[in-house]
């Protein structure tokens, strides 16, 4: 799976992207929230505060409890500053 | 599009036209994206809306707009096809830049035609509370200094504005 990352968390994380293989158990954006926040340094310091990153699979905006089954690229970005 | 048979006889009709869309690096030319939607008889009201970088009382040299290509021209169509299913809307543009703009330039414009000013209001108001909230672009501050300062905190007046439409 592909993952995306954008503004501040890019930066913190240090990568615009990535492919990742997903441990079993990883179910839910929540989960891959929470497995990514302990790969390291970077990914913790991004990812203090989960309840306030927004995340899109392919291409579309998607609640934390969204299963992540067939996603083929998901992005992971603050909230947006856009307009 | 075909008409959906669920819809109500009260909602708008599917949108009669396609709405411009552009996600650019390049300066925004009014004149040009406004021509094209008022040229026809049927449209009474044209309501435009240009959001603009400002210097930060001197302190900014530019802004840095990032965005995520594909998705940000995907969620802006979105919207506007929101908008044009809530009102009778004639026309609808909506274009946003990225890459740095240096204050007094423009970062956004929304444009939206309709036969009588009350739709065309609305709808440029509630597209550009969606662009802010919805679209994904992050806006980043390079100061006058040199320094390349934090980026910009989203607002919670911006997701109440964008939360207000839902109880409408």
Known sequence: MKLAYFAWVRERIGLAEEEVELPAGVVTVEDLLRWLKGRGETYDAALQAPEIIRVAIDQEHVDHSEPLAGAKEVAIFPPMTGG | ?168
């Open chain 2, 1 to 168: 599009m075909a008409n959906e048979t669920n819809e109500p006889p009260t909602s708008p009709p599917d949108m009669a036209f396609e709405p411009l869309i552009r996600v650019q690096s390049e300066r925004i030319v009014t004149d040009a994206v406004v021509g094209p939607l008022t040229g026809s008889g049927s449209v009474g009201a044209l309501v435009t809306f240009t959001g603009y970088c400002r210097d930060e009382g001197g302190r900014l040299k530019a802004l840095e707009l990032e965005h995520y290509p594909g998705m940000a021209e995907r969620q802006i169509a979105k919207i506007a096809q929101d908008a044009a299913s809530r009102w009778h809307l004639l026309g609808c543009a909506a274009i946003h830049r990225y890459g740095l703009i240096a204050p007094g330039e423009e970062i956004v414009l929304v444009a939206c035609t309709s036969a009588h000013r009350g739709a065309a209001f609305e709808a440029a108001s509630f597209l550009m509370d969606f662009m802010k909230t919805r679209a994904p672009f992050w806006k980043r501050e390079h100061l006058v200094d040199g320094s390349v300062g934090g980026w910009v905190e989203a607002r919670d007046t911006d997701t109440a504005a964008a939360d207000r439409w839902h109880r409408l």
